[in-house]
């Protein structure tokens, strides 16, 4: 089975590649000595200094910003970006509960850092009510956005005869587009006439990964169907052709398919299988896309004095 081209074409069209790593998030070893380094970068939050405070009196106002920093290579499309405020209760008033990017967020480039944006869920927040004593307040925020993950490499094709060689790990560091989400341990194999490709999917970023359409704000409220999309990510995978691969549908009930687009569990060997004909070899581009949202978290503790 063909993979469908114009699908493919414009998943790639929203990854940005060319991007050079910067600060790793993860290593993991390969071949001998050599270590391949994963570039786990995507989207960063931080409160801003002072915003909110570490302390305040009763009675005075202040301001719940967020800074938001796209270090990752995708851009996020204005909107695709969605951000929980809790842990608040009926303790503050003034305060908004969700925001989300209003701008788009470039992807990290060597030439150009990543988009970022200043998000305000309050500009004069206050506590509902006064105290006799310091009340402890600890608020979380919740991020959940679009992301998209890109391997190129290349594979040999044939049996070999010094054009190119089956054996090791075909992947290196730079091969994986700077996500959370990345390919790792590609490898090849022949046995009698069929050539195989295994590689697995693995979540290197910390934070939870769920499929490209789950629903954010249902994540938000613990829904059990949106539950049921966490762990796994939509694929896409362009080789040689005559390679179909053990993927699973990208809607439940998830059934294993022999195809190049679906969907596939983070954790899992994907392995992809083509019938040889003639002892010939070659190298062949390899393209994989995974598109999912992904989900992090930050806490941040302040104390409210009695006025």
Same mark, same amino acid.
Do not use: W
């Given at each position: 089975?063909?993979?469908?081209?114009?699908?493919?074409?414009? =998943?790639?069209?929203?990854?940005?590649?060319?991007?050079?790593?910067?600060?790793?998030?993860?290593?993991?070893?390969? #071949?001998?000595? +050599?270590?391949?380094?994963?570039?786990?970068?995507?989207?960063?939050?931080?409160?801003?200094?002072?915003?909110?405070?570490?302390?305040?009196?009763?009675?005075?106002?202040?301001?719940?910003?967020?800074?938001?920093?796209?270090?990752?290579?995708?851009?996020?499309?204005?909107?695709?970006?969605?951000?929980? /405020?809790?842990?608040?209760?009926?303790?503050?008033?003034?305060?908004?509960?969700?925001? +989300?990017?209003?701008?788009?967020?470039?992807?990290?480039?060597?030439?150009?850092?990543? !988009?970022?944006?200043?998000?305000?869920?309050?500009?004069?927040? *206050?506590?509902?009510?006064?105290?006799?004593?310091?009340?402890?307040? @600890?608020?979380? +925020?919740?991020?959940?956005?679009?992301?998209?993950?890109?391997?190129?490499?290349?594979? #040999?094709?044939?049996?070999?005869?010094?054009?190119?060689? /089956?054996? !090791?790990?075909?992947?290196? &560091?730079?091969?994986?587009?700077?996500?959370?989400?990345?390919?790792?341990? $590609?490898?090849?194999?022949?046995?009698?006439?069929?050539?195989?490709?295994?590689?697995?999917?693995?979540? $290197?970023?910390?934070?939870?990964?769920?499929?490209?359409?789950?629903? #954010?704000?249902?994540?938000?409220?613990?829904?059990?169907?949106?539950?049921?999309?966490?762990?796994?990510?939509?694929?896409?995978?362009?080789?040689?052709?005559? =390679?179909?691969?053990?993927?699973?549908?990208?809607?439940?009930?998830?059934? @294993?398919?022999? *195809?190049?687009?679906?969907?596939?569990?983070?954790?899992?060997? +994907?392995? #992809?299988?083509?019938?040889?004909?003639?002892?010939?070899?070659?190298?062949?581009?390899?393209?994989?896309?995974?598109?999912?949202?992904?989900? &992090?978290?930050? *806490?941040?503790?302040?104390?409210?004095?009695?006025?």
């Amino acid at each position: 089975m063909k993979i469908k081209n114009s699908n493919f074409s414009l =998943f790639i069209a929203l990854i940005s590649i060319g991007v050079l790593l910067f600060g790793i998030g993860a290593t993991t070893p390969s #071949c001998g000595n +050599v270590k391949v380094q994963f570039d786990t970068s995507a989207l960063a939050m931080n409160f801003v200094d002072n915003a909110p405070p570490v302390q305040i009196n009763y009675g005075l106002n202040f301001p719940i910003y967020l800074q938001i920093q796209n270090n990752g290579g995708y851009a996020i499309p204005a909107g695709a970006a969605n951000f929980y /405020l809790s842990g608040i209760g009926e303790n503050l008033i003034g305060v908004q509960s969700k925001l +989300v990017n209003t701008n788009t967020l470039a992807e990290k480039t060597s030439y150009q850092l990543g !988009g970022s944006e200043i998000l305000q869920f309050a500009t004069q927040a *206050t506590a509902a009510q006064q105290l006799s004593r310091n009340f402890n307040l @600890t608020m979380k +925020v919740d991020e959940c956005y679009s992301y998209a993950t890109l391997t190129q490499t290349d594979i #040999c094709v044939g049996k070999g005869s010094g054009i190119c060689t /089956l054996s !090791g790990d075909k992947i290196s &560091t730079g091969k994986n587009s700077a996500a959370p989400v990345q390919i790792s341990n $590609l490898t090849e194999d022949i046995t009698g006439n069929k050539l195989h490709l295994f590689f697995k999917v693995s979540n $290197l970023g910390g934070g939870e990964v769920y499929l490209s359409d789950a629903d #954010c704000d249902k994540l938000q409220q613990l829904d059990l169907n949106e539950q049921l999309k966490k762990d796994r990510v939509n694929i896409a995978i362009r080789t040689d052709p005559g =390679f179909t691969c053990n993927i699973q549908t990208a809607e439940s009930p998830y059934s @294993t398919v022999q *195809t190049l687009e679906g969907s596939t569990q983070i954790g899992y060997n +994907v392995v #992809c299988e083509k019938i040889l004909e003639g002892t010939d070899s070659h190298s062949a581009p390899t393209e994989i896309a995974i598109s999912y949202k992904y989900r &992090t978290s930050l *806490t941040k503790s302040m104390t409210i004095l009695p006025a």
